[in-house]
């Protein structure tokens, strides 16, 4: 068995290395592609540097080609992609990527047969502006004429279209996206591949948009627990509070982007811990405990090593079980520096969602108010007691979804907070067939005194009420 794990560990390192060798290939060409353009606006086509610059992107092509069948580039949101890697960019690199893309290009594809003078002929049609192109009847019609057999354009990303489709979407939605890019993100991750940051910035700024203009609708949804999916669920919805709390603190877009990035990805060294350790449903031997331990470091060492996630993304996978009080894990580094915010308000989320959660080794679940309880009571020990007072005022005492009964004998389910954190908005419940609509403050008085005060959270399993249609 350890000899086992040993070959698979070795075989991802070789993976991870043969990885960065391809995208290294893959960015030399396209260097030598950005410096054909330029050539082109500068020297007529029989001149030596255009002829030399055309045979060095040949040469690295065909190295390309030796192990596909294409080399493909793709322009997506200012992104430069190799296939599915993304390619780290310098500003004169972003720039020629902006200018390509100016010309509704989203993708070029160089084909095995390639010859010297199709990439010279090429490199001069894309010395057109976007105008010049249609005027001729665009750039696939103007290839043809040219005789460009082995070169292909593509005008529109799908990731791009998928981006767009995002734009408006409802908090369900995105929800649901959000896990299709966490399974993406871990599969990648198993074999040691590239992840698209494209889409996983997508998916995010979505996200933060949706919170940042209707909070409770998207944080809502972390309260739907799915069973059979809660690696990505779970991540998911760390990814949501942390975002709710960036919100709440006022950071801009790009740094709750960030943040909730940091949240996404903040269990991504769980993939380097075996699974039958991971979904062992009884109490973990101290040896199984202290591989656990080490997903912490495993997270960071994958992020670190990837373009467009951000450092602090890295930092928050290592910090995220240390506590603030650094009595956790890894017992190193912090010591010195104490933890970085980010990774505080990481912990908390992640601890959060945990408590609330089914898993398939766990099946005790707190209700969220006790769950919330729970935080609060390690506050300055576990937790950040500034960050858990911040965690309170964006979830709530009784958090959405939280079921309570009233002292009019109703039962309300939370759907939105209010300015007072004992008294939410709720639904009120009384036929329990999801066609209830009357929604009502707790805040609201009649003759002085509270129409209704909660006076029990109710466990909505022992009602037999399945709050998840209420809530999506």
Known sequence: MHEDRSDARQEQRLSFYYQQQLIEAAKMGFVQFAALLKNAFIYPPAHPFLLGSAEQLLNTLEGLFSKRKEASYYFVSG???FETLSIPLEEALSLTVEDIAGRDIGGIVFQPGLARDELVAFAYILKKDRLGLEREGGITSIMNKASIRHITVHRLMPLEKRKKALEGSKASEIYMEAIEVVKDIVASAHVGRSISSSRLHGIVHAMVDSIMENRDALIGLTSIKLYDEYTFAHSVNVAILCAAVGAYLSFDRPRAAALSIAGMLHDIGKVRIPIEIINKPGALTEA?????????AEGAVILSG???????AAVAAFEHHKHHDLTGYPRYGAELFGMHPFS?????????DALTSARVYYHAVHEPYDAMRTIIAKRGTAFDPVLVKVFVNVIGIFPIGTLLR??????GLVVNQTADLMRPRVLLLRSFDVKETEEVSLLEREGGRYKR????????NALKIDIKPYLS
């Open 79 to 81: 992104e430069l992609f």
């Open 406 to 411: 009233l002292d009019t004998g109703e039962i």
């Open 306 to 312: 990837l373009p467009g996630v951000g450092r602090l």
């Open 453 to 460: 005060t909660p006076v029990a959270t109710v466990d909505p």
């Open 288 to 296: 199984e405990w202290e591989i656990v331990q080490r997903h912490p």
């Open 344 to 352: 505080k308000i990481v912990e908390i989320a992640d601890a959060y």
